[in-house]
């Protein structure tokens, strides 16, 4: 069974500056996808940025970017420039892409705190 | 752009009651999933369809039961409810085959007292 770890419950950051969020999965499978989703106190789930595991280049959605370790299992997130609307809980995310859907099993969260 | 649609937002049932919760997922997505989310926890897979048949099964328990009908609507029923069962539902949808990406709705809060 594919498993998602992120062993940092909680994490704060200054406003401005630069944070990294961590994440390591398990998986036997070659081809996958991996996700970061935010959830802000709304609880609506929103998805941040996404990762192909075939592709070697990381993805990068504006003051967001991947650290994307394929051999490591490893899936880290960068927030730069980080804002008071990026306090949010932070999920982890892994699926394949199968014939009739894609389940996603998530990591137990990051709550980050931006301080002014 | 239309988004998932989950109704109602919010539901308080007694013990032992039943439960129904709707989802509209976007238009052509043809995959709906469920999720569960408990209190200081990660969402859980429930159940997913596609092209309105079930196609993965998760951690729902037998008191549970869910359908996608011909308009891709989806309904997951909750029989013989228990305090536990008191969570954040998620209905998420995506275009399977294209790719991987899954968009969610707002959710459905069961308070179950």
């Known amino acids: 069974a594919q498993t998602v770890t992120q062993s940092q419950p909680e994490m704060s950051v200054q406003e401005a500056e630069t944070v990294t969020l961590s994440c390591t999965y398990d998986?036997?499978?070659?081809?996958?996808?991996l996700f970061w989703y935010k959830q802000p106190p709304s609880r609506q789930m929103i998805l941040v940025i996404r990762q192909e595991a075939y592709k070697q280049q990381n993805a990068t959605e504006n003051r967001f970017s991947v650290n994307f370790q394929k051999a490591a299992k490893s899936f880290s997130l960068k927030i730069s420039d980080s804002q008071l609307g990026d306090a949010a809980m932070y999920f982890c995310?892994?699926?394949?892409?199968?014939?009739?859907?894609?389940?996603?099993?998530f990591g137990e969260g990051t709550q980050l705190t931006v301080n002014p | 752009a239309a988004g998932v649609i989950q109704s109602p937002r919010h539901l308080i049932k007694e013990k032992r009651e039943t439960a129904t919760l709707k989802c509209y997922p976007i238009?052509?997505?043809?995959?709906v999933y469920w999720y569960q989310q408990g209190p200081g926890q990660d969402p859980q897979f429930l159940i997913s369809f596609y092209e309105k048949m079930q196609s993965d099964k998760g951690s729902i328990p037998d008191r549970f039961s869910a359908q996608q009908f011909s308009d891709y609507h989806s309904e997951l029923n909750m029989s013989s409810l228990e305090l536990g069962d008191s969570a954040l539902y998620f209905c998420?949808?995506?275009?399977?085959?294209?790719?991987?990406?899954?968009?969610f709705g707002q959710g459905t809060r069961l308070t179950v007292v």
């Open positions: 995310a892994y699926s394949i892409l199968g014939p009739s859907g894609s389940r996603l099993t």
């Open positions: 998420a949808s995506s275009l399977t085959g294209l790719i991987a990406e899954a968009f």
């Open positions: 998986t036997s499978e070659s081809d996958y996808y």
């Open positions: 238009p052509r997505h043809d995959t």
